[in-house]
């Protein structure tokens, strides 16, 4: 049985890649700030690890933890934050996280597993956003934080590409989730103007279907329509 570590697994589009990948015979190592009991994977082969990415030391336990019991053969980078506001208004703190969480975290994972993904020929999977190709009012810090781990998975495929590691870059466009639950605008409502999770999870599913030896490098998901809906954050 092959392994995955999935970032965000606890929500949204790290929670569904994780659910194929089960229906697929992985086992899943899920990362997540806080799972939902109510909608928890309840699957033996599914393993909970709560831990705050935003925090380094705590990816070092990560490692520490799997080692000894699986070599990783899918690293799934699917955690995300954002804060769109004007960057004068946003916290030290809060700019500090973002990056830590969207950028940092996902190249120290990878810092981390790269051997046994070299040793696996495995696949490395960078959740970003449209973000990471276009530019927004009030998204400085997260379309920063995205574009980098768009510009590391490229640069990095070039760099691992013998050694059989596939890395591929997915950039959807706005995604039903609740990613939007603290912030003041949310996906539209017409089923045009967003995503669902499973269609990334469909994506690498297709991906990881290829013939050895044949790769997409990078895809761009987007809606049909462009459609948000403003809302108050209690």
């Known amino acids: 049985m092959k392994t995955a570590l999935v970032t965000g697994a606890s929500s949204g589009i790290g929670r569904e890649i994780s659910i194929m990948l089960l229906k697929n015979n992985y086992k899943i190592y899920g990362i997540g700030r806080n799972f939902n009991k109510i909608q928890s994977i309840k699957d033996k082969n599914f393993i909970e690890i709560i831990c705050d990415i935003s925090n380094i030391d705590e990816l070092k336990k990560i490692k520490n933890h799997i080692k000894n019991r699986d070599k990783i053969d899918i690293l799934v980078n699917s955690a995300g934050i954002g804060e769109f506001k004007p960057l004068e208004e946003m916290s030290i703190e809060s700019i500090i996280k973002i990056i830590n969480t969207n950028l940092l975290a996902p190249t120290i994972l990878t810092n ?105 490098t990078e895809i761009t998901v987007r809606t049909q329509i462009l459609q948000i809906q403003k809302r108050k954050v209690i």
């Open 112 to 216: 981390l597993f790269l051997r046994d993904l070299k040793n696996n020929r495995g696949y490395i999977f960078n959740i970003t956003s449209i973000e990471a190709i276009k530019h927004s009012k009030f998204s400085a810090i997260y379309s920063a934080s995205k574009a980098g781990l768009r510009s590391f998975g490229l640069s990095l495929f070039e760099e691992v590409r013998k050694s059989g590691v596939k890395v591929v870059t997915i950039n959807p466009d706005i995604t039903k989730t609740n990613f939007f639950d603290n912030l003041n605008f949310k996906e539209g409502k017409n089923p045009l103007s967003y995503i669902e999770p499973s269609c990334i999870a469909e994506a690498i599913e297709n991906i990881l279907n290829l013939r050895d030896g044949t790769l997409i």
